[in-house]
């Protein structure tokens, strides 16, 4: 379970991280991070503002 | 760098650099670690402020002042336009910043004071002997490396992970976020008023704004409350807007951003850490505006360090008096912000209208958003029923 991040679209604002319910994303200086505690649970897709998150199930 | 620090600021924006400043000043050794390689950049930011707000803290500088304001217009969905603190009688019109010089001015203040500074370094974990926190674990050019201190401050924004490292749900739910996006335009009039636009059409749980940036230049933004974001994006609405209502306008930049609106959350210090700014949620959940709240927190969090040096005491029994003293009064404020939001997401575009035109043959123009609010709630007691307990 993950989540994939379109980086050409990304604007690395880190909205994403701060909804993530388990801390699993990170942003590093200018790209998300993704770790294995994902739980595809959609939140950061929802909430990104320019829509560059797309769950993988 | 040295061993061991008394205080570890993560995050050079503004809530961290008035922390770090404040204990530097006070002599205490600090360290001010910044993720990003620049201060300040990439904006996350509309960059509006008050001018009262900033002036505690700062001398006013025209190196960071893009622009001056003389007050706010509020829009209603019909257009109906409120005008409010005008600088006159409340001191509260602002100024537009520009952040990358801003923030970076404040990082500046914090080094001469005596902080260290370090760029390009990022948190990734918390030290812990016998589970006391006792510094950071950083990475600065794919490195490592242990810094120890006695105290963490996590001033690292939206995406923090300071608190969940120390035990602290920070994680914010969809309808605690508005997920933002902004131009900076060229090639308008951006007026001489803070403007913003309420309604469904605009930003669905949020408002847009058009703050002005120079003198044919503004950022035109919009925050969309993250529980209606989705099938919509915060982007699409903005350029939507621009089409429709800006034609003329030129993009020189493209800004993005999740501003915390779930007003005072339930924790914000442990043993051996506390968090400021964006990172504790201090940003305002009407407005949106953090960097003021930052930086007041910063300097609450800052005095109590220096008390906990003093004391030789880094337990959550010293560090509980930063918490106290921020919930007294930036949460209070948060709090009333929280419950006018609240209110307002349950009104129709037809009812927004309707209090707008209830302040009809009132002058509105000197008074400040508090005055204001009663006002409009004596006007409309019905449609402002549950905010009733605000205002007696």
Redesign the interface.
Known sequence: MSVNVNRYKCGYCGACVGVCPVGALELVETWIEVDNTCTSCGVCAKICPVGALVVVQ | MKPKYDVIVVGAGPGGSITAKTCAEAGLDVLLIE???EIGD?V?CAEGVSKEGLKKHIQPDPRWIAAEVKGSKILAPDGTEIKMSEEASSGKAGYTLERKVFDRALAQQAAQAGAEVMV?T?ATGLLRDNGKITGINAMYMGETQEIRADIVIGAD?????VG?WGGID?????HD?E???QFLVSNIDPGEYSRFYMGEKYAPGGYLWVFPKGKHTANVGLG?L?SK??NV???TLLENFIKNYMPEAKILE?????V?VSGPIKQTVTDGLMLVGDAARQSDPLTGGGIINAMDAGKMAGEVCIKAKEKGDYSVKTLKEYEDKWRATIGKELSKSLAVKNMLLKLTDEQLNQLAHSLKGIDTSKMPLPVVLPILFKKNPKILWELRTLFV
């Open positions: 993720k990003r390689q990439p996350r390009k990022r924004g939206v995406e923090s992970k969940r920070t994680s914010l739910k969809p976020i997920t933002g996006a969309l993250g974001s989705g994006r915060a982007i493209m800004v993005v951003g999740g915390p």
